[in-house]
């Protein structure tokens, strides 16, 4: 039962163009998502998170927007850098547990 | 500031054996938490500690052990390794209830054969 869903392994994009990254959730019950970042041979590292009464948070060149009756959230970087190469994971939290549940991942290449 | 260490790195373990991952946090976190990440997989949850003295099950805890004797530590034990273990370990910790950022280690590859 995979809850959290990222259905696009790799994405490739041109730098200085936009990344948009996607997750579709099952739970109604989650009440925070995150976007973590990993490099090879690197832990995830917390990236942006959003609450589930948001619809949208911006942190520099990254934004994450949610649509609760799509169930859907997305991850923006404008404009992608070569640094943002990694696999990008999202992850939901269930509203009164203190634990994430984590999607597949999305490998992001960006292309000089 | 170290954050959240995992040791080793990597492991080669036989059928049956045993082994002990070590995680250690210095950021005074009272939760923490053991994932697995399989290849093309998120992480799954193994075992999580809300505090010392206290453990609690993830969704993939069979075949797995944890304690929780200090705020520090929280190593996690495999005691008759298996090849379905083989994968990533990562050690998490998070500062309080309702804090969703969490810091993780560098991880441990373990390889069962």
């Known amino acids: 039962d995979q809850q959290v869903k990222q259905n696009s392994p790799s994405l490739s994009v041109q730098e200085g163009r936009i990344s948009i990254l996607n997750c579709d959730y099952t739970n109604s019950m989650f009440d925070y998502f995150l976007w973590y970042k990993k490099y090879p041979a690197e832990g995830p590292t917390f990236l942006i998170s959003?609450?589930?009464?948001?619809d949208k948070n911006e942190d520099g060149r990254f934004t994450v927007f949610l649509n609760k009756s799509a169930k859907h959230l997305s991850l923006h970087i404008v404009p992608s850098q070569p640094g943002d190469s990694a696999v990008y994971f999202c992850a939901a939290r269930v509203r009164g547990a203190q634990k994430l549940v984590f999607g597949q991942g999305t490998r992001l290449t960006i292309n000089p | 500031n170290a954050g959240v260490t995992q040791t080793p790195k990597f492991r080669i373990l036989k059928i049956g054996q045993s082994m002990t991952l070590q995680c250690t946090q210095d950021m005074n976190h009272n939760y923490m938490y053991w994932y697995r990440q399989d290849p093309g997989m998120g992480l799954k949850l193994i075992y999580y500690?809300?505090?010392?003295?206290?453990?609690d099950k993830g969704e993939v805890p069979n075949g797995y052990n944890v304690s929780r004797s200090t705020t520090e530590d929280f190593p996690l034990r495999l005691e008759l390794a298996a090849p379905s273990q083989t994968s990533v370990y990562f050690c998490?910790?998070?500062?309080?209830?309702?804090?969703?950022?969490?810091?993780f280690g560098q991880g441990t590859r373990l390889t069962v054969v």
């Open positions: 998490a910790s998070t500062k309080e209830y309702g804090n969703t950022e969490a810091f």
């Open positions: 959003i609450s589930s009464i948001k």
């Open positions: 500690s809300v505090g010392a003295g206290i453990t």
